[in-house]
């Protein structure tokens, strides 16, 4: 399998877009000769891309498989066999929120304390 040219191919989608090129370099901060010069590199880097990719508003994941997202982990299917038993569940965590709310309530009482200790 032939290696793939990167700028070449940027310099495709880019003309195909119908994006200016003044508008590209200008937006990438960078010169009309650099931004030629990047077309010119076959091994452009991926990030440079990728920034090209938003301004021109195209997704490269077609074009290099390496800009494609990872597969997402599958998710564990949680199930609870009875009414009885997502009851239970469900007022265990009420139980740990009402001791996270309680113990916030106790740091901002010692926080509100500390702040008029400071205003005095």
């Known amino acids: 399998m032939a290696k793939q040219h990167r700028g070449e191919i940027l310099q495709e989608v880019v003309l195909k877009s119908g994006v200016k090129v003044t508008k590209l370099f200008a937006a990438l901060g960078i010169s009309r000769a650099t931004l030629y010069r990047r077309f010119e590199d076959p091994n452009l880097d991926f990030d440079f891309i990728k920034r090209v990719g938003e301004i021109i508003y195209h ?51 010692k926080y509100d304390a500390l702040l008029s200790e400071k205003a005095q």
């Open 59 to 109: 997704n490269f994941a077609e074009e290099f498989k390496e800009l494609a997202p990872a597969a997402a982990e599958p998710v564990e299917v949680y199930q609870i066999a009875s009414v009885e038993e997502c009851k239970d569940k469900l007022l265990h965590v009420y139980g740990l929120y009402l001791e996270k709310v309680r113990q916030y309530d106790e740091l901002k009482a």
